[in-house]
């Protein structure tokens, strides 16, 4: 089984994707189109144009994982391509984008002292 650990980054693709792709499609995905080794251990992320689906590939030392969910209702909140074909998230981010949260809306809220946490 696979987990995020405190070294696994986040990638998020932020090109649309065909969702019939399966594990050795997105494999090529990550290695050709994002330039990132597949069985690094870290999480890739994949929409459709629509936004409305959600694959997710994972190398967890011994083989590959692919996750996928689809909405039922809504899109999720995908980050606007910003001329870079993948972008960094963090864990917190995830959890939101897979619940359904906007992550352009979405701001950390201060702690006690009054400064926002650290990134």
Request: with cysteine.
């Amino acid at each position: 089984m696979f987990g995020l650990g405190p070294a696994t980054k986040i990638y998020i693709c932020l090109d649309a994707v065909d969702m019939r792709k399966g594990f050795d499609g997105l494999y090529g995905l990550v290695r050709d189109h994002l330039g990132q080794d597949p069985q690094s251990g870290h999480l890739f992320l994949f929409t459709n144009r629509s936004h409305t689906r959600l694959k997710a590939l994972a190398w967890d030392g011994s083989g590959l994982w692919v996750c996928a969910k689809r909405l039922e209702r809504g899109r999720f909140g995908w980050p606007a391509g910003n001329g870079t074909r993948s972008v960094l998230m963090r864990p917190e981010e995830l959890a939101m984008l897979i619940n359904g949260m906007d992550l352009a809306q979405a701001r950390p809220r201060k702690n006690w002292l009054g400064r926002t946490p650290a990134a």
